[in-house]
């Protein structure tokens, strides 16, 4: 019994190095000197100051900003209505339709799902004349879709352990659906609508396959200026910028977690 | 959660009354536009590109934009429909199509099992911690997933190089004396794939473990089965549905990854991900892409449907 424990004890201090090594590395050599980044040459912080001084990277970093922002905030809208339908709604006809297409996209490779969403906006631009050029818009609606099953993932789960006696008793004292929906449900959801809308944002900021399909010339989102750069071999700067993000994760994570304890302790 | 027809939601929508009547006549009043909202948002931009992509996949690529040919179109009044099935004929005839749809099998299958073996005794050890661990365990396990995919992909160049973090120390501690070459490797595939992906297997098996009930192992251990026997005949079936779920969701993405073996594999690393993405923007053969994706649909069929068993089964268990 002893040896078993110390021997997944083991494995699993491996498994966390494997895990958090190549992020660590990153950071690490983002203040090198050196411009070959796995040759240590002394301290520096000199790509930080190229990186602010790199007008496509400032660019490309707005652009995904915006997009990430707009496709969150539509990924949770329609998230949120589909759970609520598939979880408080008795049955209607196109139910398992709607939960099929909100699982789906789940499991469908990227390339697939940035093909087909491409294939279908030259489509309607020929019946249609809409959208009359790809760029941002087109990666909104194809972020917004797969961002959507991901929230719809976290809020489902948060709507079938919420107790829903509160709903039914402000319903038997006469509010209408609607006003029960937002005066009760969105408020008791709400710590789930922000962890959902977290997710489809990174998810967003982080796709390149997809936003590589649907965009157009106009438009180059961050991680498709990054995957350019890196295809030609490691670059310190872009370690500058991991380094970045993941110090803005990291910020977003404790925030977060802050919040998600006081809300537990005023319940 | 009815609403009687006269004072649901829609009657209060702009325009009063009149339009919410109509709307509802339409099948569309409150609760029937609260249904449609979604549904439409999916059938349009899921659904229905599926569709799309299968009637390309039947066209002739052209010069043209776009470029290919139309599946049907008006000609005189008349109908005339142009099925060309000879994308997929030339999918079966050029051994590079087949032996991309194998060797991204083989690759998903085997970064899958080396995730299995890893994400195993790492979920089953956070099952087993103190309960006040767990959360933090898990966070830890989730917390890389959060950072750009693209960047930690990225990190791995620049240990797997030649002139890497691992050759570097390798050969500083006088292992080796020139650099292994792992970059630009099927191994660098795996490595990349097992790294990427392996919160998705633990995850599920955790979910699955957790769920377990100790006092089976302490009867099997009463009736005298020692630790291996206990693992290999009560533990492990009993996580079954936890094992597939978790082994789909690294093996479903896997199939049709593609920045992982465009990084860091090698030009004869050849995943039918990047084969579409290369017939797609290097080739602008759109039909010969579309036909590799519904090819691709396909092999993931049974995965997919595996993945939903093993879900429901876990559902039902708890």
């Known amino acids: 019994m002893q040896r078993r424990s110390k021997f997944l004890k083991i ?32 301290f520096s912080t000199k790509w930080y ?4 001084r790199d007008p496509q990277i400032l660019e490309a970093a707005w652009v995904s900003a915006k997009i990430a922002f707009v496709s969150a905030s539509l ?25 099929m297409m909100i699982t789906a996209p789940l499991v469908m490779p990227e390339v697939i799902i940035g093909l087909s969403l491409l294939l279908l906006f030259v489509a309607m631009q020929g019946l249609i004349g809409w959208p009359g050029n790809r760029g941002i818009m087109t990666i909104i609606i194809a972020h917004s879709t797969f961002g959507a099953a991901y929230a719809a993932v976290v809020i ?32 008791v959801i709400a710590p789930a609508l922000v962890s959902a809308w977290l997710l489809a944002f990174t998810l967003s900021l982080d796709d390149l396959v997809v ?29 500058a910028l991991a380094t970045v993000i993941i110090g803005l994760v990291s910020l977003g994570i404790i925030v977060s977690a802050l919040q998600m304890s006081r809300s537990k302790r005023r319940l | 959660m009815s609403a009687a027809p006269d004072t649901g939601p829609s009657s209060r929508l702009p325009g009063g009354p009149m339009i919410g009547r109509v709307l509802e006549r339409l099948g569309l009043g409150g ?7 979604p549904t439409l948002w999916l059938l349009l931009f899921f659904l229905i590109p599926f569709l799309v992509v299968a009637k390309i996949s039947l066209s002739e690529a052209a010069i043209a934009r776009p470029p290919y040919l139309p599946v049907w179109e008006w000609v005189d009044g008349v109908l005339s429909v142009n099925l060309n099935f000879g994308n997929y004929l030339f999918l079966l005839e050029d051994p590079l199509y087949l032996s991309a749809y194998i060797e991204s099998i083989k690759i998903a299958g085997i970064s899958t099992f080396i995730a299995l073996l890893i994400g195993y005794p790492m ?23 959060w950072t750009s995919f693209l960047l930690r992909v990225y990190a791995w160049i620049g240990f797997l190089k030649a002139n890497g973090i691992i050759n570097n120390f390798l050969m500083w501690t006088g292992i080796i004396d020139e650099p292994l070459i792992m970059l630009q490797t099927d191994f660098a595939v795996y490595i990349g794939i097992v790294y990427s992906y392996l919160p998705f297997m633990i995850l599920p098996l955790y979910a699955n473990l957790v769920k377990l009930d100790q006092s089976y192992l302490e009867a099997s251990a009463d009736l005298g089965a020692r630790p291996a026997t206990t693992f290999l005949t009560v533990t492990l079936p009993l996580s079954a549905s936890g094992i597939i779920a978790g082994c789909m969701l690294v093996f479903i993405p896997a199939v049709g990854e593609f920045v992982i073996p465009a990084l860091l594999g090698g030009p004869d ?23 590799v994706a519904i090819v691709m649909l396909f092999v993931l069929v049974i995965p997919i449907m595996l993945l939903r068993k093993a879900q429901s089964a876990d559902e039902g268990a708890s």
């Open chain 1, 11 to 42: 494995t699993g201090v491996l498994g966390f190095v494997f895990l958090y090594a190549p992020i660590l590395s990153l950071v690490i050599f983002s203040f090198n000197e050196s411009k070959l980044v796995t040759v240590w040459g002394g």
């Open chain 2, 123 to 145: 979920a089953y050890l956070i099952a087993r911690s103190p309960e006040n661990q767990r959360n933090l365990l898990l966070m830890l396990v989730v917390l890389p997933f």
């Open chain 1, 75 to 99: 990924a949770v809208t329609i998230g949120t209505v589909a759970s609520f339908v598939l979880i408080r709604f008795a049955k209607f006809r196109t139910k398992s339709l709607l939960s």
């Open chain 2, 31 to 37: 609760r029937g536009l609260v249904i449609a909202i």
């Open chain 1, 49 to 52: 100051g190229e990186l602010l």
């Open chain 1, 156 to 187: 489902q789960s948060r709507l079938v352990d919420m107790d829903m006696s509160i709903e039914e008793a402000a319903q038997d004292l006469g509010a209408k659906p609607v006003r029960v929906f937002f005066d009760v449900t969105l408020p």
């Open chain 1, 211 to 239: 936003a590589s399909f649907v965009s157009g010339p106009g438009a180059s989102t961050l991680p498709m200026v990054i995957f350019s750069k890196v295809r030609l071999g490691v670059s310190p700067d872009v370690n």
């Open chain 2, 269 to 291: 690393t050849l995943m039918i991900g990047r084969v579409l993405w290369d017939e797609f923007f290097s080739n602008r053969d759109w039909p010969i892409a579309s036909a």
